[in-house]
């Protein structure tokens, strides 16, 4: 079992840069996707961006040149960097680890971000 403990995020104006860790119990060298959802209330829980293991990364159009994923294996840390943010990237993000052998799936808990207009 990986727990995964999330931290950062905040309440930042809009323009401004955050980030957001994801810090797991086990080693990620051996996951398949790690990606960043998003949740406001109300809504469903929105798919932010995707890094598979051979390298590729994907984003959603909405953030597409402005947020980043990466990985730290050291740490068995993921992140998510957000620039030039806006009101509507207001959610509560939450990080998901997978691991293919044996198929398994983790969520963080969820961070609060906010952006100030």
């Known amino acids: 079992q990986v727990q995964l403990v999330q931290s950062g995020g905040g309440l930042v104006q809009a323009g401004g840069s955050l980030s957001v860790s994801c810090a797991a119990s086990g080693s990620i060298s051996s996951i398949h996707v790690m990606a960043w959802y998003r949740q406001v209330p109300g809504n469903q829980r929105e798919l932010v961006a995707t890094a598979t293991s051979d390298g590729t990364s994907n984003y959603a159009d909405s953030v597409k040149g402005r947020f980043t994923i990466s990985r730290d294996n050291a740490k068995n840390t993921v992140y998510l960097q957000m620039t030039s943010l806006k009101p509507e990237d207001t959610a509560v993000y939450y990080c998901?680890?997978?691991?293919?052998?044996?198929?398994?799936?983790?969520w963080g808990q969820g961070t609060q971000v906010t952006v100030s207009s």
């Open positions: 998901y680890l997978n691991y293919p052998n044996p198929w398994r799936v983790y």
